[in-house]
Structures are given as C-alpha cells and as structure tokens.
C-alpha cells in the first residue's frame, strides 16, 4: 500500500494535464501559455497536455482579473475538475488584478472565489516562469493529494530556463504546505 | 485450439502480459514522434505510463442509474474487446486458430469504437453526442475500404482462417488489401488527418468529454490496445512466414514498430480535414478499392 501511494505521488508529480480557462483577461497570459507549449519551452518533456475538458484535468491555469461574468463559470469549472487538483493563477491580473483594481466591472483577485496554489507574477510572465509554476503545482498536487490547499506559493521571476532546468528548480525549493 | 493455448494467447503473447506494455510503448512513440517532427524533445519514455497510473488514482467520477451504469460500462467493454482482438492475432507458427476468427477479430476490432459512439451519446453532452455522431460517420466510411480489403484477400484463398492469410505469399492482391487496410488506420486510430471524432480544439475531446479518473484511464489504454491489434494486423499480413517462435515474435514487434511510426509522422505532416472531405475521400477510395480488389478476387479463383 504504501509503496502503491509512492508510486501515485511520482505519477501525479510526472504527469500534469491542465485546463486554461479565461477569466476576463487581455489574452497576453493565455499567448504565453500557449508558448510554454511550443518548441522552444516545451513543457511535454515534464508530461504537460493542455486538455480539451475540465474533467481530464489535473491542474487548473486561470489568468485574467476575473469579471463578474467570470466569477460562477470558474467556479463551475473548478467544481468540474476531479481531485487531487491543483489551480495556477498565471499573470498579475488573477492574483492583484492589477491596472484594472478598483474596477466596477471586476470581482477579484481570484484567491477570493476559489484556493489558489501557486501564483505566477508577470504582466505577461515569461512562458519559463509558466513552466516553473506548473511544476511548483504538480509538485504541490504530490504532496498534496486531496486536501485543500493551506498557502500559496509565489514564483520568483525567472530569467531564462528550459523545462528540465524548471522541472529541477521546483523540485530543489521547499513546497510550502 | 485448446483451452491452454486459447488462455496464453489472451493472457500472456500476443494477449494482455504483452499487449498492456506493448500499447504504452506506442503512444509513447506517437507523442515522441510528432514531437521529434515539430523539433521538441517531447515526453519521457514513461509517460503514458504515468498518466494511466495518475488517472487511476484520481477520483471517480459519481453516477448513478441506468445511464451512469453503461457510462462505466464501455470504456471496460472498449478495452476487453481491444485486448481479445490483439489475442487473436497469429503471431507465432503453429498457434493454432479456428475456422471464422477473420470474422471475429474484425468484429472486436469494431467494437472499441462502437463503444466510444455510445459512450458519447450516453454522456448526454452536446459536444460527447456530436464526436460520437462524428466517430459514426466516419466508421461507416472507412469501414466499406477496410472490410473490403479484407475480404477480397479472404475470397481469393476461400477461407476465414487467421492464419491462413498470414502464410500467403506475397501477391499484387495482398499489396492492395494491405494499402487499403493502412489507408483506413488513421482513422480507425482517431489521428490527424482524420481525427475528427476526438478534436480538442472544435468540440473538446468528442465522447470522452465527461469522462475522469479511471475510467479516463480505460479509454487511453483501450486506444492504445487498438493501436497494437491494428499495427499487430498489418504486420501478421505482411510478416514473411518464419518458423522459429521467437524470431517470429521480433518480426512482429519491429513491423507494428515502423507501421506505428509511418501513422505517427503522417499525423504530424498533416492537419484535420473536415468531415465531408473525410467521407468524400473514403467513399472515393472505396470505389477504386473495391472494383480493384473484387476483381482480382475473382480474377485469382479463376485462375485456381
């Protein structure tokens, strides 16, 4: 059993699959996830794929300062997403929201509606930072397992890195819990 | 064939002790495959693997009555079928067979994906219900080239035996019926340039939409027993008849090997086209396959 639970923790730790969800944001964040993508970053190499539906998902990405309009379909989509899960607020829109604080139009930051577990600063962040916050969450979702999330956890800005070089970072620093 | 030999081949060669790591092994090659083309590195070698395990420790989805029962029930259908196909497949010499497993293999062979159109429809979303509507279209266009191809080889050698086919020599009849039988792959596969049932970026993933967790882990490994038994196919058609069990096994594993690479990088170099040049273009094969075949079919009985 216990060696079963090991094997799970390493598999969970190998394997993030994520949902990128909108919540009102100008579509630079969603650019950059996109980007972490392609050759260039490739977040494959730790077992990413952006998957179609939120019921595949283990991670959950959201960017944007999260609209009112937003506000019941993120927390409709992260009731859709099976445990463990994890959720990534990717930008600085999600975690402060930003230029548009005090808008009548908004309801955020996004740790209001739904526990956030790590966040990644940035206006937009580098596609590496998005690398490392991803491998930061699926290191926490190992951790983790089904509970909820106690803290999150802010990604430094990273200058320049590939996957296996964030993959080794977020491994190396202390996952608060 | 007796109960013995029935069981090892289901259980151990080709059957499920070789065909679960077999299936991994080539998704893997797939990913890494399209990733190599695009100029990635790509997964790690244990990758799907992971994500099998990873989905089956992940929570199961509630469901309750008759609808949620069916909904656990396929993927488990989709995969026993899978593996009874790659069971059947006559790999080693002498393994035995029975008269008409041509007929059950393309049978199981059909059913992983009838299973997926249910399970679309039983999810009772509207993008499950179109991906299934979709995967229903395109099997019943390339289904005509496939089952054509097939038995117009079956006809020429009147039998329905498995092994049979797989000791022919090679003939102009074979090379058509096998290109035929590649041609309908990718679909039959769900991979580009005929992906349509499963398009993540129009609607989703199709049927499997609704589904998670372990059940989410049935359907990847049913699609990857898919990919052995219809690589495993093509490979038991066109593997030279060896006598020596072992070098046999190799033949196969390294055939399944490069058709699961020519599938991967054709669904690299192309993109998805649409459902009614999908149909177009099988209906229009079908037409060139089946005068072709059915008359070399019969060309080749008069001539015996």
């Given at each position: 059993m216990k060696l079963w639970n090991r094997l799970m923790c390493y598999c969970r730790r190998r394997s993030p699959w994520l949902f990128h969800m909108n919540s009102?944001?100008?579509n630079g964040c969603d650019i950059e996830l996109v980007a972490s993508l392609?050759?260039?970053?490739?977040?494959?190499?730790?077992?990413v794929r952006l998957e179609g539906s939120p019921r595949h998902a283990d991670i959950l990405c959201i960017t944007g300062p999260v609209t009112h309009n937003a506000v019941e379909a993120i927390k409709t989509v992260y009731g859709q997403v099976y445990g463990p899960k994890a959720v990534v607020a990717i930008g600085s829109c999600p975690a402060?929201?930003?230029?548009?604080?005090?808008?009548?139009t908004l309801d955020g930051p996004l740790n209001r509606h739904i526990p956030v577990d790590v966040f990644v600063p940035g206006?937009?962040?580098r596609p590496d930072a998005i690398v490392l916050g991803i491998a930061k969450a699926a290191e926490i979702l190992a951790a983790r397992g089904n509970k909820l999330p106690v803290e999150s956890v802010m990604v430094p800005v990273v200058e320049s890195a590939t996957a296996c070089e964030c993959a080794a970072k977020a491994a190396a620093s202390e996952v608060q819990l | 064939m007796n109960l013995t030999t029935a069981l090892a081949r289901l259980l151990i060669f080709p059957g499920l002790l070789f065909a679960v790591p077999a299936a991994w092994f080539f998704l893997w090659v797939e990913r890494k495959a399209v990733a190599l083309m695009q100029g990635r590195i790509g997964p790690p070698f244990m990758q799907p693997f992971y994500d099998f395990i990873k989905l089956l420790s992940k929570q199961m989805p509630p469901r309750s009555g008759v609808g949620g029962l069916l909904m656990r029930l396929w993927p488990l259908l989709a995969v026993s079928a899978a593996a009874g196909a790659v069971g059947l497949l006559p790999v080693l010499p002498a393994s035995g067979g029975f008269q008409g497993d041509l007929i059950l293999l393309l049978a199981l062979l059909e059913l992983p994906s009838m299973c997926i159109i249910a399970a679309g429809f039983s999810s009772r979303s509207i993008f499950g219900e179109i991906g299934s509507a979709r995967e229903a279209v395109l099997s019943v266009s390339y289904n005509v080239v496939f089952l054509l191809a097939i038995i117009s080889i079956a006809a020429s050698q009147h039998t329905f035996r498995l092994e049979a086919l797989a000791q022919l020599p090679v003939s102009p009849l074979q090379v058509l019926g096998v290109i035929a039988i590649l041609v309908c792959l990718p679909a039959k596969l769900h991979l580009?340039?005929?992906?349509?049932?499963?398009?993540e970026q129009e609607i989703y993933s199709g049927p499997m939409v609704e589904y998670a967790g372990p059940e989410l882990a049935m359907w990847e490994l049913s699609h990857g027993l898919e990919w052995v038994a219809a690589t495993g196919l093509v490979a038991t058609l066109i593997a030279p008849h060896l006598t020596l069990w072992w070098l046999a096994a190799l033949v196969f594993v390294a055939l399944s090997f490069a058709i699961v690479l020519l599938l991967s990088t054709v669904a690299a170099a192309t993109a998805r086209l649409q459902i009614d040049t999908t149909v177009r273009f099988y209906w229009q094969c079908t037409l060139i396959f089946a005068v072709l075949a059915v008359a070399s079919a019969l060309f080749m009985r008069f001539r015996a």
């Open positions: 009102g944001s100008c392609t050759p260039r970053y490739d977040a494959e190499q730790l077992g402060t929201t930003n230029v548009f604080i005090d808008s009548r206006c937009p962040p | 580009n340039p005929f992906s349509l049932p499963n398009a």
